[in-house]
T-cell receptor, first 115, second 108 residues
Framework: NAGVTQTPKFQVLKTGQSMTLQCAQD?????MYWYRQDPGMGLRLIYY???????DKGEVPNGYNVSRLNKREFSLRLESAAPSQTSVYFC??????????????FGEGSRLTVL | KNEVEQSPQNLTAQEGEFITINCSYS?????LHWLQQHPGGGIVSLFM???GKKKHGRLIATINIQEKHSSLHITASHPRDSAVYIC??????????FGPGTRLSVLP
C-alpha cells in the first residue's frame, strides 16, 4: 500500500520553464490537495479537488494549473516558472464520510528550485 | 489574526521531559489533526480529533471544542521526537487550515 506518491522529489528549473508535478493515491480517496510549504509559513493550499472532474482554487493558485485526471491522479503544472515558486510542494488526500476517519495522507514532498 | 495559532513556536527540551504544544483556532470545525514533520521529511498524521482525548504510545492529544483549543502532549520525550508538529483544522474535509507549526528539539 503506497499511500500518496508524488514525483519528482527534486527539480531545478530556470525562470520561464514549465513542469508538471505528478501525484497519485491508491486509497480510493475523493479529495486531493496540492500545498506549498515555505520557510516560516504554514502549508498553503494551491488547489483542491473534491472528486474526479472537479477542481477549486485555494489560497495561492496564481501561476499554477491542475488536472484531476481520474480518481487516483491529481497533477500540478507550472506553465512559466518564477523564482517565487521555489518551494516544497506536497500532495495530499483524504476521505471524509460516516465510515471513514478523514485522516489526511501526504506524499513525500517535491522540492522545487526556480533559478 | 490567523485562523489557527500554535504555541510555542520553538521548544527545546531535555530527554525525558513532559512536553505540551498548544493549538487554538477561531473557525468552526468538524475535526482537528495533529501532524508531525521530521527535518527534510514528509508529513505524517498523528491524531484526528473531534472531541475528548486520544492516546498513542507516549503521545496524547486533547481537544476542547467549546474553548476552541487543543493540546498535544509527549511524555518521556526522546531525541527522536524532534520534529515540527503541525495543527490543522477541517470542516468535513472540504479544506484544511494549518497552523504555522511548533519546532521541537529534544536534547539527549
Amino acid at each position: 500500500n503506497a499511500g500518496v506518491t508524488q514525483t519528482p522529489k527534486f527539480q531545478v528549473l530556470k525562470t520561464g520553464q514549465s513542469m508538471t508535478l505528478q501525484c497519485a493515491q491508491d486509497m480510493n480517496h475523493n479529495s486531493m490537495y496540492w500545498y506549498r510549504q515555505d520557510p516560516g509559513m504554514g502549508l498553503r493550499l494551491i488547489y483542491y479537488s473534491a472528486s474526479e472532474g472537479t477542481t477549486d482554487k485555494g489560497e495561492v493558485p496564481n501561476g499554477y494549473n491542475v488536472s484531476r485526471l481520474n480518481k487516483r491522479e491529481f497533477s500540478l503544472r507550472l506553465e512559466s516558472a518564477a523564482p517565487s515558486q521555489t518551494s516544497v510542494y506536497f500532495c495530499a488526500s483524504s476521505e471524509y464520510s460516516p465510515s471513514n476517519t478523514g485522516e489526511l495522507f501526504f506524499g513525500e514532498g517535491s522540492r522545487l528550485t526556480v533559478l | 489574526k490567523n485562523e489557527v495559532e500554535q504555541s510555542p513556536q520553538n521548544l527545546t527540551a531535555q530527554e525525558g521531559e513532559f512536553i505540551t504544544i498548544n493549538c487554538s483556532y477561531s473557525v468552526g470545525i468538524s475535526a482537528l489533526h495533529w501532524l508531525q514533520q521530521h527535518p527534510g521529511g514528509g508529513i505524517v498524521s498523528l491524531f484526528m480529533l473531534s472531541s475528548g482525548k486520544k492516546k498513542h504510545g507516549r503521545l496524547i492529544a486533547t481537544i476542547n471544542i467549546q474553548e476552541k483549543h487543543s493540546s498535544l502532549h509527549i511524555t518521556a520525550s526522546h531525541p527522536r521526537d524532534s520534529a515540527v508538529y503541525i495543527c490543522a483544522v477541517t470542516n468535513y474535509g472540504q479544506n484544511f487550515v494549518f497552523g504555522p507549526g511548533t519546532r521541537l528539539s529534544v536534547l539527549p
